[in-house]
Protein backbone atom coordinates (compact mmCIF):
# COMPACT_ATOMS: atom_id res chain seq x y z
CA UNK A 1 0.00 0.00 0.00
CA UNK A 2 1.39 3.33 -1.12
CA UNK A 3 0.54 6.48 0.84
CA UNK A 4 0.11 10.30 -0.89
CA UNK A 5 -0.54 12.56 1.77
CA UNK A 6 -1.83 16.21 0.82
CA UNK A 7 -3.28 19.43 1.72
CA UNK A 8 -0.92 21.30 3.87
CA UNK A 9 -0.33 24.78 3.54
CA UNK A 10 -0.02 28.47 5.65
CA UNK A 11 -2.51 29.34 7.58
CA UNK A 12 -2.48 31.96 10.80
CA UNK A 13 -3.11 30.93 13.82
CA UNK A 14 -7.08 30.12 14.82
CA UNK A 15 -7.58 29.22 11.35
CA UNK A 16 -8.33 25.85 9.42
CA UNK A 17 -6.71 23.38 7.49
CA UNK A 18 -7.94 19.41 6.08
CA UNK A 19 -4.99 16.59 5.41
CA UNK A 20 -5.58 13.98 3.08
CA UNK A 21 -3.91 10.99 2.99
CA UNK A 22 -5.12 8.92 -0.14
CA UNK A 23 -4.01 5.39 -0.28
CA UNK A 24 -3.26 2.70 -2.96
CA UNK A 25 -4.40 -0.91 -2.60
CA UNK A 26 -6.91 -2.33 -1.26
CA UNK A 27 -6.96 -1.35 2.66
CA UNK A 28 -7.89 -4.55 5.11
CA UNK A 29 -10.21 -3.79 8.02
CA UNK A 30 -7.72 -4.54 10.53
CA UNK A 31 -5.28 -2.10 9.10
CA UNK A 32 -4.80 1.32 11.09
CA UNK A 33 -4.49 4.81 9.15
CA UNK A 34 -2.75 7.66 11.24
CA UNK A 35 -1.03 10.97 11.20
CA UNK A 36 2.37 11.89 12.50
CA UNK A 37 4.20 15.06 12.57
CA UNK A 38 8.12 16.69 12.38
CA UNK A 39 9.67 19.62 13.29
CA UNK A 40 12.68 19.13 11.72
CA UNK A 41 15.32 18.74 14.38
CA UNK A 42 13.01 17.34 16.43
CA UNK A 43 11.33 13.53 17.06
CA UNK A 44 8.14 12.31 15.17
CA UNK A 45 4.94 13.19 17.10
CA UNK A 46 1.79 11.46 17.03
CA UNK A 47 -0.92 12.97 16.46
CA UNK A 48 -4.21 10.92 15.42
CA UNK A 49 -5.18 7.40 13.89
CA UNK A 50 -8.57 5.70 12.81
CA UNK A 51 -8.90 1.91 12.44
CA UNK A 52 -10.10 1.43 8.70
CA UNK A 53 -12.81 -1.29 9.95
CA UNK A 54 -14.75 -0.21 12.87
CA UNK A 55 -13.34 3.34 12.52
CA UNK A 56 -11.88 3.55 16.07
CA UNK A 57 -10.18 6.48 16.87
CA UNK A 58 -6.88 7.88 19.10
CA UNK A 59 -5.97 10.96 19.12
CA UNK A 60 -2.69 13.01 21.12
CA UNK A 61 -3.60 14.98 24.12
CA UNK A 62 -2.41 17.92 22.51
CA UNK A 63 -5.12 17.84 19.35
CA UNK A 64 -8.11 16.44 21.14
CA UNK A 65 -10.74 18.76 20.57
CA UNK A 66 -9.03 20.05 17.69
CA UNK A 67 -8.37 17.68 15.32
CA UNK A 68 -10.79 15.44 13.87
CA UNK A 69 -9.50 11.84 11.80
CA UNK A 70 -12.15 10.10 9.31
CA UNK A 71 -12.13 7.22 6.87
CA UNK A 72 -13.34 8.59 3.59
CA UNK A 73 -14.27 5.40 2.42
CA UNK A 74 -15.03 5.68 -1.46
CA UNK A 75 -11.96 7.93 -1.69
CA UNK A 76 -9.66 5.14 -0.13
CA UNK A 77 -8.32 8.02 2.33
CA UNK A 78 -8.20 9.37 5.81
CA UNK A 79 -8.61 12.92 6.59
CA UNK A 80 -7.33 15.17 9.29
CA UNK A 81 -9.87 18.34 9.83
CA UNK A 82 -7.83 20.60 11.45
CA UNK A 83 -9.61 23.27 13.50
CA UNK A 84 -8.22 26.22 15.85
CA UNK A 85 -4.10 25.86 14.67
CA UNK A 86 -1.52 27.25 16.94
CA UNK A 87 1.99 28.09 15.56
CA UNK A 88 2.80 25.09 17.55
CA UNK A 89 1.01 23.04 14.98
CA UNK A 90 3.36 24.37 12.60
CA UNK A 91 5.19 20.98 11.21
CA UNK A 92 5.64 18.41 8.64
CA UNK A 93 2.55 15.99 8.25
CA UNK A 94 3.28 12.02 7.51
CA UNK A 95 0.36 9.56 7.36
CA UNK A 96 1.14 5.99 8.37
CA UNK A 97 0.04 2.80 7.94
CA UNK A 98 0.43 0.02 10.23
CA UNK A 99 -1.96 -3.67 10.78
CA UNK A 100 -3.63 -3.57 14.30
CA UNK A 101 -4.49 -0.74 16.93
CA UNK A 102 -4.20 2.40 15.68
CA UNK A 103 -3.54 3.42 19.32
CA UNK A 104 0.20 2.17 19.26
CA UNK A 105 2.18 6.13 18.75
CA UNK A 106 5.30 4.66 18.56
CA UNK A 107 6.57 5.45 14.96
CA UNK A 108 8.52 2.29 14.78
CA UNK A 109 5.16 0.36 14.86
CA UNK A 110 4.03 2.30 11.94
CA UNK A 111 5.57 0.20 9.06
CA UNK A 112 4.37 2.42 5.67
CA UNK A 113 4.85 6.13 5.73
CA UNK A 114 3.49 8.40 2.55
CA UNK A 115 5.60 11.92 2.21
CA UNK A 116 5.09 14.75 4.30
CA UNK A 117 3.31 17.58 3.45
CA UNK A 118 3.82 21.21 5.38
CA UNK A 119 1.35 22.88 7.86
CA UNK A 120 2.78 26.63 9.08
CA UNK A 121 0.66 28.24 11.34
CA UNK A 122 1.56 31.77 11.31
CA UNK A 123 0.52 34.17 14.91
Known amino acids: VQLQASGGGLVQAGGSLTLSCVASGRIFSSTALGWFRQVPGKEYEFVAA????????HYADFVKGRFTIARESAENAVTLQMNSLKPDDTALYYCARRVGSPRVTSRADWNSWGQGTLVTVSS
Open 50 to 57: INWGDRRT
